[in-house]
């Protein structure tokens, strides 16, 4: 002992009992609301080679690469995601009895992580529980029009808080939003706290009482979402509800929700895509059976052709892509490559885009016009995702304009198809319920244009009786075979035809 303490003092860092990174390492990080994220560094160094595993937020990677030793080292790690790998680089070093590490990402190194020893085994990933045989989920009867609402996470991230919601419902109350249709308020990722003794999930410093908060929405005529993940972990390293689905959904329900996004994220380290539908399903069944109506929306970033079984696994409505940002190149990549999946949404069952950034800032209005005009040319969601509570009017504007939320709410339920395209203008139609149609001319070029389209080339036998411009809200006069326009750049034209 005495041996080994001397080596320690003479040589720290050298090749001594006391430098080694070998153990089981802990970094506690408090989230700043009671939250305490805790990430996981199980190493072993043995000469020159570091193996070993890192379990951070929503990822279990395992070490496949090292460089250095205990004065400063540099991990590679890797884990499968789906199809692909993903993999991240570490940079540490030991201080005394304290393992100094940071994740580089994109070249720029994380802030610092302080983890300290702990048991061996603690942090571990849970078991595998072995997904559920398939069976087709009862359909839940809800969103029979596509569910439109708020959510917290585009604007607020990890800063959401019953405050805030509480602000967001009061707004939503008085500034024609509810009444437009704007009913779900949703709580995004971060309002988890640790789970009690009996494994019940429990709200974190963020929001004191959600069932106060839940009955405080619905008094003001507006109903309440909620978030959680199949995986340990949510995305943003909360508690997720791996292996407590049923317990979850009794007290989602017991609370008072009315939605629920259920994220895959750490899901991904215990389960493989073509596991999803399964797993989706449990909750799905969980949710029927704790006997409340609950909106299911599925958020897995459009993976294994979520489409074909989202309304098997008992879903409401399924994200098709990745996560949308405010810019015109994240809200074009997305919505105009959402045409091939028309047919797969219905009452019931719909196709999620992702949800609107409209008012975040990122775009021009006329731009979030065109997010408006998209996602309701192709029976979206809207789940609006900007500060409600203190928008300008030409944002109001543009989220509540009733005729063309009228086109997202059609009872037919059948998205639009892009029916002409020439250079960067392209149309969409849209058939409606009463027999009238929606067609939606954009122009995706950076300068404004003057665009002719004849009625022929839209795939309509004659020329409509009746033509409404819905952002200009006025009838237009026809002009014989063709209708022509002037559009803004970035911007549309949407009209109700008949
Ligand atoms: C994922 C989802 C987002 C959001 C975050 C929260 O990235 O796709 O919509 O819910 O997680 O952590």
């Known amino acids: ?16 009992f006391a430098a080694d990174l070998t153990g089981n390492w802990m970094a506690a990080q408090p989230a700043g609301d009671g939250y305490i994220r805790r990430s996981y560094f199980n190493l072993k160094q043995e000469g020159a080679r570091i193996t070993g595993t890192i379990r951070t937020r929503q990822f279990h990677y395992t070490v496949s690469d090292s460089t250095g030793g205990s004065d400063g080292f540099t991990l590679t790690a890797a884990m499968k995601d789906g199809n692909a790998e993903r993999r991240a680089v ?101 309002w988890e706290g640790e789970r009690d003794a009996h494994g019940n999930i429990r709200s974190n410093n963020k929001f004191p009482d959600m069932k106060m908060l839940a009955d405080y929405v619905h008094g003001k005529g507006l109903k ?31 609370w008072g929700i009315d939605y ?12 493989k895509d073509g596991e999803m539908q399964a797993v989706y399903q449990k909750m799905g069944d969980a949710l029927l059976a704790a006997g409340r109506p609950i909106v299911y929306s599925l958020c897995q970033y459009g993976r294994a052709d979520v489409w074909r079984w989202g309304p098997d696994a008992g879903g409401n409505s399924w994200r098709t892509t990745g996560d949308i940002r405010d810019t015109w190149e994240s809200m074009e990549r997305i919505g105009f490559t959402q045409d091939d999946l028309g047919p797969y949404a219905g009452p019931g069952h719909w196709n999620d885009p992702d949800m609107l950034e409209i008012g975040n800032g990122g775009m021009s209005d006329a731009e979030y016009r065109t997010h408006m005009s998209l996602w ?45 395209r020439s250079g960067h203008q392209e149309a969409w139609v849209r058939p409606l319920a009463n027999g009238e149609w929606a067609v939606a001319l954009f122009n995706r070029a950076t300068d404004p244009i003057g665009v002719v389209v004849k009625w022929a080339d839209l795939g309509f036998a004659g020329v409509p009786a009746m033509v409404r411009d819905l952002w200009a809200q006025r009838d237009v006069a026809l002009q014989g075979a063709a209708i022509q326009a002037m559009i803004p750049a970035h911007g549309v034209v949407v009209w109700r035809v008949r």
């Open 376 to 420: 309701s040319m192709l029976a979206a969601p809207l789940i609006a995702g900007n500060d409600v509570r203190s928008m300008p009017q030409t944002i109001a504007d543009i989220l509540v304009n009733r005729e063309v939320i009228a086109i997202d709410q059609d009872s037919a339920g059948k998205p639009a198809r892009r029916a002409w």
């Open 224 to 254: 309440i979402g909620i978030y959680s993940s199949p995986g340990p972990n949510t995305c943003a390293g909360y508690e997720g509800s791996y292996a407590h689905e049923e317990q979850d959904a009794r007290t989602f329900a017991s």
């Open 90 to 190: 570490y940079e540490g070093r030991l201080v005394g009895e304290e393992l100094h590490i940071a994740e580089r990402r994109n070249s720029v190194l994380q802030p610092e992580m302080v983890a300290q020893r702990a048991r061996a085994g603690e942090g571990a990933m849970p078991p595998r529980i072995p997904p559920p045989t398939l069976h087709k989920v009862r359909d839940n009867g809800l969103a029979r029009t596509p569910p439109m609402g708020w959510n917290s996470w585009n604007k607020f991230a990890g800063t959401v808080s019953d405050q805030i919601v509480r602000g967001i419902a009061d707004s939503m109350a008085s500034n024609g939003m509810r009444d437009a249709g704007y009913i779900y308020i949703n709580i995004d990722d971060t």
């Open 1 to 16: 002992m005495k041996v080994i303490a001397f080596v320690w003092l003479v040589a720290p860092g050298a090749a001594g």
């Open 260 to 271: 629920l996004k259920y994220d895959w994220c750490s899901a991904r380290n215990l389960y």
